[in-house]
């Protein structure tokens, strides 16, 4: 599997850290102590600039063109309106913007946390790192309470915040749950309340970004729901029959797979889908993340059985497909179809089409 971890061709190392442990990459620095933000951006080789400057395009039109090749002049004409950002210590293009596209440093992002942490040193950055040419950064910060579903079952709490060079997508910062036990990512779906905050790229972006800390309430708020739904699930069992059928439903890719289900119509079922189901299916039978007493046999493992194959086992290009995907892609998709399915089993005792 693509990692896309950024290389940097003048440093000759890979734009990651992590905190005593390695990424599954095993590209990066490894740090034993918590680091300050400051030491965050240079350990994880994000200590560069970015530049927005004026795009040219070659003026082929230029009557005087053979002499400007001649002389070795390039003759060119600035394209209106548009600009080239670059990243100004390897003066690697990263992406083409428009004239109010406002550039967020990646210091400034950082600055995000720094809002939020303040003077609260239980508030750790565990990872950070930059993808493509380091046109995209991200960055988790560890929360110091847990999620508790049952005596042992814990769930750390981090902030991921990714922001890009690039021209596409907003700055994001989201609250990501995350079992100790498999890494599973355990959206926060309650209700349709986002678990996340998006700052387009304006003029007014930093300052926003200085307000960010908002996240911090709808933190709090979500892992107190989140603790006691997800205990509440733990109690309530569910059998072979049931998750199989939950798991088909949540999995869907379109109507039309879930009107084949409804009609019992399974002949018209695509293999590759089918293969999904199954390794869905497998994952919440076997992985050791599903065989404790929180999870075996229960609704809350039948939930985590659908989040935890995005996190788990499906094969993913590269790091950066799979963060999209989780965050706010198929995988945030599935896994809301699988938590509004919980919740009507929780009600009903039985799987439904929703």
């Not at 734009?15 to 965050?40: C, L």
């Not at 428009?98 to 565990?126: P, T």
């Not at 499906?314 to 965050?327: G, Q, V």
């Amino acid at each position: 599997m693509a990692h896309n971890i950024n290389y940097n061709p003048v440093t000759k190392k890979h734009s990651f850290f992590s905190v005593k442990e390695k990424a599954w990459h095993n590209f990066g620095k490894i740090v034993t102590e918590y680091p300050t933000s400051a030491e965050a951006i240079q350990y994880a080789g994000l200590d560069y600039q970015v530049e927005k400057r004026p795009l040219f395009s070659l003026d082929n039109t230029n009557a005087d063109l053979y002499e400007a090749i001649t002389n070795d002049i390039e003759p060119t004409i600035q394209v209106p309106n548009y600009f080239a950002t670059i990243r100004s210590d390897t003066e690697q293009v990263l992406g083409v913007v428009g004239r109010d596209y406002q550039i967020v440093q990646n210091k400034d992002a950082f600055s995000f946390f720094d809002s939020i942490v303040g003077n609260d040193k239980s508030i750790k950055y565990e990872t950070a790192g930059a993808l493509g040419n380091g046109e995209r950064i991200f960055i988790t910060a560890k929360l110091p309470e847990y999620i508790r579903v049952g005596r042992d079952d814990l769930i750390e709490q981090y902030i991921f915040l990714t922001t890009s060079h690039d021209g596409y997508g907003s700055i994001t910062a989201a609250f990501t749950p995350v079992r100790i036990v498999c890494q599973n990512t355990l959206n926060a779906a309650l209700n349709t309340r986002q678990n996340s905050i998006k700052i387009r790229h304006t003029a007014s972006a930093n300052d926003r970004l200085k307000q960010a800390h908002q996240l911090m309430g709808i933190t709090n708020q979500l892992a107190d729901e989140m603790e006691q739904l997800y205990n509440h699930w733990a109690k309530i069992r569910i059998n072979d029959k049931e998750v199989f059928k939950l798991i088909q439903i949540a999995m869907a890719p379109a109507k039309e797979t879930l009107i084949s289900l409804k009609d019992e119509k399974f002949h018209q079922l695509s293999s590759h889908y089918m293969n999904i189901v199954q390794d869905v299916f497998d994952y919440a039978q076997s992985a050791p993340s599903q065989q404790e007493p929180t999870t075996k046999g229960t609704l809350f493992g039948a939930y985590n059985a659908v989040t935890g194959y995005f996190q788990n086992v499906r094969n993913f290009k590269n790091e950066e497909l799979k963060l999209k995907s989780i965050l706010y892609g198929t995988g945030m998709q599935r896994a809301q179809t699988a938590f509004d399915l919980c919740r009507n089993f929780e009600r009903t005792q039985q799987v439904y089409l929703c």
